[in-house]
């Protein structure tokens, strides 16, 4: 293990595990702009199905964190991402599926959707398991470094995959994503099969819902901060294209990277200021990002409402997370990071159907409305959640 008191030896072993989380979201990201317009489009679905294609991965998320925490905990975080790597994979070969019965919408569809069940129940292992991982390599002190490198891995990933989808469909057709997921997959497990594992922690596990209990205000806040990054990944290209406006996909690269340059920048605000006051900062740019792109008259402001979102929705993740973890025994944490990550998998599940029957109703536009108003809800609920610490602290005797 390296020396906690050197930065960057720590960050570098960081770095060196949520590699494997940028793998994993990169096979998330490739499909991400490319299969809302290839079933509403081509299958001939409508925005609501558009949706939940997207969305169907992150309930599989939800519903598998638990069995990941599980795994985590007790087989180890090296174990867990070794699994999800594989999981990867196959969601690639029922993509390679999907393109090769294009002509056939109903069995298209139907591998399309298996192929996210499966990338979702993957997702939940490589990200929560790269995170038990880099804790356990490092140490609880560096909670809020490993959360934040893991947020840069994954929604980097995201912004690089966006437009590398775009760009393979364009030149080669919808088998080139199967393909490039199959290869990543194996590359991730070819990287992590000789990395050294972090020592599973001795000690009693809490029962998930003990844990889930404790995380549930926090993974509240997170869940309604979440719904504007699912809406802007879900439908800013049909937004874009009902605007008549071109790049749509840079709006999703643009709110990456601003996502990441506000990690780098500000990440150690949490362990200075508090994990509380850093979200509240957080929501409260990300609510007038979205209100950005509500009002937008053109591409150019929507691009710049999609960078503050992403500005914004940036430490939202870690500083929330931070106070979350630390509600539990060590011998928890997985189970923990698996709770709290609940939410955001909650929040993203259901943001597609919802946005597209806002969108069904009140036009694509008003969906931003709908997430800022959300957002300002988990403000509100983190400014009292942080009013509420110093008697929560107390009860616990800390």
């Known amino acids: ?30 499909p991400l702009a490319v299969l809302p317009g290839y079933v509403h489009s081509q299958l001939g679905y409508g925005a609501v199905i558009a949706g939940l294609v997207i969305s169907v991965q992150y309930l599989a998320t939800l519903l598998s964190r638990p069995y990941a925490g599980k795994i985590i905990d007790n087989l180890g975080s090296k174990r867990a991402v070794l699994i999800g790597l594989a999981g990867c994979g196959l ?7 999907a393109a090769w019965f294009s002509n056939l919408p109903a069995v298209s569809l139907g591998s399309l959707l298996i192929g996210r069940l499966v990338l979702g129940s993957a997702e939940s292992l490589v990200g929560s398991g790269a995170i038990g991982w880099g804790i356990g390599r490092v140490g609880a002190e560096n909670t809020a470094k490993v959360i934040s490198w893991n947020g840069i891995a994954s929604y ?63 993974g509240c806040a997170l869940a ?61 740019v990300e609510v007038l990002g979205l ?53 955001i998998d909650l929040s993203l599940g259901i943001t597609g159907p919802l946005a597209g029957a806002v969108a069904s109703g009140f036009g694509f536009a008003s969906i931003f409305l709908f997430a800022a108003l959300s957002a300002l809800g988990g403000l509100l609920l983190s400014v009292y959640l942080y009013r509420q610490a110093p008697k929560a602290r107390e009860a616990r005797g800390d």
Request: charged share 5%; with cysteine.
């Open 291 to 343: 209100l950005l792109l509500w009002l937008a008259p053109d591409a150019n402001l929507a691009l710049a409402g999609a960078a503050l979102s992403g500005f914004g929705f940036s430490l939202v993740f870690p500083a929330l997370g931070v106070e979350a973890v630390n509600l539990v025994p060590a011998s928890s944490r997985g189970a923990a990071v698996g709770a709290y990550s609940l939410f």
């Open 91 to 97: 969601s690639g070969v029922f993509m390679l599926l």
């Open 156 to 218: 980097g990933a995201l912004a690089v995959g966006a437009p590398l989808g775009v760009l393979l469909v364009r030149n080669f057709g919808l088998w080139s994503m199967g393909v490039s997921i199959i290869l990543l997959a194996i590359v991730g497990l070819l990287l992590a099969w000789n990395k050294v594992a972090a020592p599973i922690v001795a000690g009693v596990r809490l029962p998930f819902m003990n844990v889930l209990g404790r995380v549930l205000p926090h």
């Open 1 to 30: 293990m390296p020396d906690t008191q050197r930065p960057l030896a720590v960050t570098l072993q960081v770095v060196s595990i949520v590699l494997f989380t940028f793998i994993g979201y990169l096979n998330i990201g490739i």
């Open 224 to 284: 309604l901060g979440s719904i504007g990054f699912g809406t802007i990944a879900t439908f800013i290209t049909l937004y874009y294209t009902t605007q008549h406006w071109d790049n749509a996909v840079w709006a999703l690269s643009l709110f990456g990277a601003s996502f990441i340059g506000a990690r780098l920048l500000f990440g150690n605000l949490i362990n200075r200021i508090g994990g509380f006051r850093v979200a509240i900062a957080c929501l409260s």
